[in-house]
């Protein structure tokens, strides 16, 4: 399914933009409830403000959040589920998490806690983006969730303390490129919370450098929302997956075949007919734990390897020489 959005629209949907923002509000581990702000590193002065410099070390756990630690280091088995929630003001329940338009996609990744997140650490153990099938972003799923959603850990990684990495990229200004025009471009929302995870196994999946596996043209983090598209590629590494040999890891994706439009072109001229905002109908989410700012829109997710290049098997000598024939990827 492709979606497109007018000029005029995107500009009506944008024009809440001061009160958009989301933070990483609280988390459940293994079932148990933690309050607010407990076992995540303390908040900025502007708690639910974005970073959009991704070469800036506030993309590893927020702004100012290498520099602090949390007051606890949480307990979780691995292999459980956890569920981190967001919110946009404070976790009541009339919060309204982030708003409509800041649309995109939602990872997690882990790291040694010792590391303080400096170096090839992080692996990524959850991504969801967009879903075609549904027209759903992962942020429409919290919305939907009252901010909540659940991830499971590994089961195989070591026991020990980690760092948990939580992110919203928000695309609502990702058509253009942040370092090309700094008032624009992709919003992350990133928090890091503390946890110590128990009945580990023997497993220490590959690490990526944060800041390190983006750039500001990376696709997936830039990305035209307004314009016609039928996919979206997560930015980053692969997710980790439990298993043998999969401690090996894979390179970040770095695919430019985004869509059949070109996902850095300009935002589509107004239609006759404006896009109702309310199309981003709310989509039931069945792997999400159950709960209950004003600028974007909403955009899929989709796995990306690179294409090796074909190689033709030997040809045995004949009277006529073979042509040569040569194959793109």
């Known amino acids: 399914m492709k979606v497109a959005f007018s000029l005029g629209s995107a500009l009506m949907l944008l024009a809440g933009f001061a009160n958009a923002h989301t933070y990483l509000s609280k988390l459940a581990l293994d079932g148990v409830q933690e309050s607010e702000g407990q076992c995540i590193r303390p908040y900025p002065a502007d708690r639910n403000f974005p970073v959009k410099d991704v070469t800036s070390t506030d993309i590893t756990c927020g702004v100012g959040g ?57 692996f990524k153990i959850f991504e969801d983006g967009y879903d075609a099938a549904t027209s759903t972003w992962c942020v429409n799923k919290i ?31 990702s058509d253009t490129d942040y370092a090309v025009n700094p008032a624009r471009g992709s919003q992350f929302y990133v928090n890091c919370a503390q946890v110590s995870v128990t009945n580990g196994g023997s497993a220490e999946p590959q690490g990526y450098a944060i800041p390190g596996i983006y750039k500001s043209t990376t696709p997936g983090v830039i990305f035209n929302l307004y314009s016609s598209y039928s996919s ?19 390179s970040p994706n770095e695919s430019t075949d985004v869509s059949a439009e070109d996902s850095t072109s300009a935002p589509v001229e107004n239609s006759d007919t404006p896009v109702d905002d309310s199309t981003d109908t709310p989509v039931e989410e069945t792997n999400y734990s159950s709960v209950g700012d004003s600028t974007d829109s909403s955009v899929e ?5 690179s294409a090796e290049d074909s190689n033709s098997a030997p040809v045995e000598n004949t009277d006529t020489p073979v042509e040569e024939t040569n194959y793109s990827s």
């Open 66 to 122: 290498v520099s602090k630690t949390a007051s606890e280091t949480c307990p979780v088995k691995a292999g459980s589920t956890i569920t981190v929630e967001w919110h946009h003001d404070n976790d009541s329940a009339s919060d309204d998490i982030i708003d409509i338009t800041h649309l995109g996609p939602c990872m997690v990744y882990m790291a040694p806690l010792e590391s303080n997140g400096s170096g090839n650490v992080w």
């Open 143 to 173: 919305r939907n969730n009252g901010g909540k959603l659940d991830v499971a850990l590994p089961a195989d990684i070591k026991s020990g303390d980690y760092l948990v990495r939580t992110e919203i990229i928000a695309l609502h200004e």
């Open 232 to 250: 979206y590629p997560i930015p980053g590494p692969a997710v980790y997956v439990s298993g043998p040999g999969n401690d090996i890891g894979e």
């Open 301 to 305: 997710e989709t796995n990306y390897s």
